[in-house]
């Protein structure tokens, strides 16, 4: 970015916040760091500094503040005086609720308490992390063959999860928000794909976790089942690019690079780590919808069983110059984290 600011990073306690809040440092921006739980400043502190290139220097301008999507406190006081807002924060389950609300009302509340802030305060410029869970959940018309960011997800088709209703439900209500009642507000929406790369601190994203259960080697067999995949250092810089471009306002930009099937991600990690029990079977879709049945962690995924949902990311490219680090890397490096923290079962061949 052109100019030092001072940046309101909601969910500093999460793994693509705490990659945003440290290369924003590294960029020399103030960056304050929301947490809904005081107890977590310590762990984001000590995650930082083991990776800042300056820790002691750039640490003095990161300060922490305490909000909750789900309450009014702090949020007016929290954004004063910043110049720009980067809401993160929403709740992104492993497991999905079985009461829909439970994710959908904190992540739509939270979204409009974060931009009412910002119109209070005088803030211009948002950035908000929605998700690519906001465009693929609705099948493209024949002869289509990608997403791109004019597709938006069917949040009523009884498929959808409630996360990613959780995801549609409160990118709609920003944009209408800024819409109907803060034209003044540049919004930004990121649209990231499933995310990988390496994690700052051992609280796992569910993300990551998809990982974790493939190192863990507890299934006999993978689902035909993928997702488009990012890196999380793209997706970090993505929201900082973002901030400095004007022709991104107004703009959801999807952040994705290759697609991978599950195969590909256990294949790439055994190529890694050979050492390692990693199954790189394919179980038939049949079995995989009777088991899903019974196991809510790879519930949501049987409706779309090999179905390829590629995504554009054309506007990526061309808006913010982003090139993508190959998602085998990325892939890789969550799956080295996790080996090297001792955060998966100690399986060998
Ligand atoms: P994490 O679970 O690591 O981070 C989620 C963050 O949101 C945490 O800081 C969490 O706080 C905070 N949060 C959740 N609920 C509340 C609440 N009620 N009040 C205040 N804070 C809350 O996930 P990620 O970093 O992976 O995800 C961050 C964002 O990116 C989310 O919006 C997610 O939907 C989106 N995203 C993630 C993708 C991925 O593959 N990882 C893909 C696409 C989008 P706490 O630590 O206290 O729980």
Known sequence: ???????????????????????????????????RDKGKIRSVREALSRHLSDPQTMLERLKFVELDLSSEDGWNTAINGADALIHVASPFPFVQPKDPDE?????????????????????KRVVLTSSGYAIIEKALRPGRTEYNEDDWSD????????????????????????????????????????????????ELSTSIKVVKRLLDGRDPALPHFGFPVVDVRDVAEAHLRALDRPEAIGKRIMVAGDFMWFVDMATAIKAA??????????????????????DGEIRPIAPVLGVKRTVSNARA??????EFIDVRESAVDSARFLIENGLVSTGRS
């Open 317 to 322: 490219r061309e808006l913010l110059g982003l």
């Open 273 to 294: 780590f050979p050492e390692r029990k990693i199954v790189t079977r394919v179980a038939p879709n049949w079995l995989i919808r009777i088991l899903a049945r019974f």
């Open 103 to 123: 994710v959908i009302k904190p992540a739509v509340d939270g979204a409009l308490r974060a931009l009412r802030a910002a119109k209070q305060g005088g803030v």
């Open 1 to 35: 970015m052109a100019t030092e600011k001072t940046l309101l990073v909601t969910g500093a306690s999460g793994f693509i916040a705490q990659h945003i809040i440290l290369k924003a440092l590294e960029a020399g921006h103030h960056v304050r760091g929301s947490v």
């Open 155 to 202: 949040p009523n088709d009884p498929t959808s999860t409630p996360y990613s209703r959780s995801k549609t439900i409160a990118e709609k209500a920003a944009w209408d928000y800024v819409k109907n009642q803060a034209p003044e507000i540049g919004l930004t929406v990121i649209n990231p794909g499933l995310v990988l790369g390496p994690p700052l601190d051992t």
